[in-house]
């Protein structure tokens, strides 16, 4: 034989091995019907318990909406008794931190309900001019909004209005009633 037989041959019982022995087969393992039926009632009953909790915070939500009588700058608003105001101190815009944690819990809210946009009232007390406390309640409805916005709220979902002193939550003429009038109060614009 000569050496190129050889080889021709070598390449050739190498080849027929090669083909013989094959790839090796991949083992299987099926779970058992069992499982997957356990697993499934687990998934299907944790999405019914969202369900329901979905439609009980819903209907939560709209047990508190009351229309408001005059319209708001996005059409017809509703209050919600779930939405808290936030207070300023006097000729102040910055959030205080006991009102932060209201407008966490309105955050909370808002993220059960993506579709619902709300708007900002920026309000004042009686001291000040008319244009003063108008730029100090937008400055004041603006914060809010800003607030929200950093901690996950769109800000597509917000619209702010000021009414500067126009509008007071208490009509009364001393410090009691001007902490009451220097807020943010918030409505809802859509569900």
Same mark, same amino acid.
Not at 71 to 79: K, Q, S
Not at 93 to 122: C, F, T, W
Not at 144 to 158: D, Q
């Given at each position: 034989?000569?050496?190129?037989?050889?080889?021709?041959?070598?390449i050739?019982?190498?080849?027929?091995?090669? &083909? &013989?022995?094959?790839?090796? #087969? $991949?083992?299987? &393992?099926?779970?058992?019907?069992?499982?997957?039926?356990?697993?499934?009632?687990?998934?299907?009953?944790?999405?019914?318990? $969202?369900?329901?909790?979905?439609?009980?915070?819903? #209907?939560?939500?709209?047990?508190?909406?009351?229309? $408001?009588?005059?319209?708001g700058?996005?059409?017809v608003?509703?209050?919600?008794?779930?939405? #808290?105001?936030?207070?300023?101190d006097?000729?102040?815009?910055?959030i @205080?931190?006991?009102?932060?944690?209201?407008?966490?819990?309105?955050?909370?809210?808002? &993220?059960?309900?993506?579709?619902?946009?709300?708007?900002?009232?920026?309000?004042?007390d009686?001291?000040?001019t008319?244009?003063?406390?108008?730029?100090?309640?937008?400055?004041?409805?603006?914060?809010?909004?800003?607030?929200?916005?950093?901690?996950?709220?769109?800000?597509?979902?917000?619209?702010?209005?000021?009414?500067?002193?126009?509008?007071?939550?208490?009509?009364?003429?001393?410090?009691?009633?001007?902490?009451k009038? @220097?807020?943010?109060?918030?409505?809802?614009?859509? $569900?």
């Amino acid at each position: 034989m000569t050496k190129k037989s050889f080889i021709l041959f070598t390449i050739l019982i190498l080849c027929i091995g090669l &083909m &013989m022995t094959g790839c090796p #087969k $991949k083992t299987v &393992m099926k779970e058992e019907p069992s499982v997957k039926k356990e697993e499934a009632a687990k998934v299907e009953a944790e999405r019914a318990a $969202k369900g329901r909790e979905a439609e009980a915070a819903k #209907k939560e939500l709209e047990k508190s909406l009351v229309a $408001k009588k005059e319209p708001g700058i996005e059409g017809v608003v509703f209050e919600s008794s779930l939405l #808290k105001d936030i207070r300023f101190d006097f000729d102040k815009y910055d959030i @205080r931190p006991g009102d932060a944690a209201l407008l966490k819990g309105n955050a909370a809210l808002l &993220m059960k309900y993506h579709s619902v946009k709300i708007q900002i009232e920026g309000h004042c007390d009686e001291r000040g001019t008319v244009e003063y406390n108008l730029a100090l309640g937008e400055r004041r409805a603006n914060s809010t909004k800003n607030y929200l916005v950093s901690i996950g709220i769109s800000p597509e979902r917000i619209s702010t209005i000021s009414y500067g002193k126009e509008k007071p939550s208490d009509p009364g003429h001393n410090e009691e009633a001007w902490t009451k009038n @220097r807020r943010a109060h918030t409505i809802i614009t859509a $569900k």
